[in-house]
């Protein structure tokens, strides 16, 4: 008899217990709805300012931490930033989504522009530039 008691407290402890630290575990999206508008922001920023190239972009970040959402605005001069930009923006906070307002526009293609304008001696209104060597 007084195995089966001690057998049936062993038992009921170890339920107790298994139940007592299986309890206290949160899911990673609870923890993040705990999260500022400001805090999401951070943490994003954190992540894109960690890649030179992106911190000199200073990409826009706006943020809906009652969702979980971000989103991306600004411009990039490659493709390869632009998916770095969204894979740190997204890795920022678990169970994030990110929308993606980013522009790429390469540097070539900005400059090809700038000297087109100066060849052509128009400004970007379509007027003549005027002659400043006098």
């Not at 943020?63 to 001069?77: F, I, W």
């Not at 307002?101 to 970007?124: F, H, M, N, W, Y």
Request: aromatic share 2%; with cysteine.
């Amino acid at each position: 008899m007084k195995r089966v008691l001690a057998a049936g407290l062993v038992v009921f402890l170890g339920v107790s217990l298994t139940t007592a630290c299986s309890g206290s575990r949160q899911p990673a999206v609870q923890q993040t709805a705990a999260l500022s508008n400001a805090e999401l922001q951070e943490r994003v920023r954190e992540k894109l300012d960690s890649v030179p190239e992106l911190k000199a972009s200073r990409l826009l970040i706006d943020t809906d931490a009652t969702q979980n959402q971000v989103v991306l605005y600004g411009t990039l001069q490659s493709e390869e930033l632009h998916s770095q930009a969204v894979s740190l923006a997204q890795s920022a906070v678990p169970g994030i989504t990110v929308t993606d307002r980013i522009d790429v526009v390469p540097s070539e293609l900005a400059r090809t522009d700038t000297t087109d304008q100066q060849k052509s001696g128009k400004s970007k209104t379509g007027k003549k530039s005027p002659d400043k060597r006098r």
